[in-house]
């Protein structure tokens, strides 16, 4: 099994209602779990150029080809469409949502708050990176979109600004 064939699964499981995913086959172990809002730690296995889990050994040019894939959506800014009743701010990423900076303080924003570019609205977690969504226009939020702790899909809108 190569890169692109767990990409390929990944995607398919990803657009799946399946919360959970197995498979097992020669000496290939794959299991993925979606977030929920009961998240649980888990331990995480590195590859190294000796492994050969995966019938060869891991090469650095094969790593180096799938970076950019990540690097593409750290990079990614949330995308702010301008509509009649203002602009509304879609998320970059897959992920899931928390609209404060830790569960005992207030939300970074809520309905009425005038907001300014550069601040934040909210943070994506993907693959266990917190990643700020900032504000791309001037205005008050007129509509919050989605709740706490709620799983979002790429360019899904998450704030109405006008």
């Given at each position: 099994m190569d890169f692109n064939q767990v990409k390929e699964i990944l995607d398919l499981v990803n657009k799946s209602e399946?919360?959970?995913?197995?498979?097992?086959?020669?000496?290939?172990?794959?299991?993925m779990s979606k977030n929920t809002s009961s998240q649980q730690i888990s331990n995480q296995t590195v590859l190294t150029d000796s492994d050969t889990r995966f019938n060869e050994p891991v090469r650095k040019e094969n790593l180096q080809t799938?970076?950019?894939?990540?690097?593409?959506?750290?990079?990614?800014?949330?995308?702010?469409?301008?509509?009649?009743?203002?602009?509304?701010?879609?998320?970059?990423?897959?992920?899931?949502?928390?609209?404060?900076?830790?569960?005992?303080?207030?939300?970074?924003?809520?309905v009425g708050d005038k907001v300014t570019v550069g601040e934040t609205l909210c943070i994506v977690?993907?693959?266990?990176?917190?990643?700020?969504?900032?504000s791309e226009v001037d205005g008050t939020i007129t509509e919050i979109l989605i709740e706490d702790e709620q799983v979002v899909e790429f360019n899904q809108p998450l704030f109405r600004i006008a």
């Open positions: 399946l919360t959970e995913f197995d498979l097992q086959m020669d000496n290939v172990n794959l299991r799938s970076s950019p894939v990540f690097e593409e959506i750290s990079n990614s800014a949330p995308i702010a469409e301008t509509v009649a009743d203002g602009a509304l701010v879609h998320s970059p990423i897959v992920g899931v949502i928390y609209t404060s900076p830790s569960p005992d303080q207030p939300a970074f924003k809520k977690e993907a693959m266990k990176l917190m990643n700020e969504i900032k």
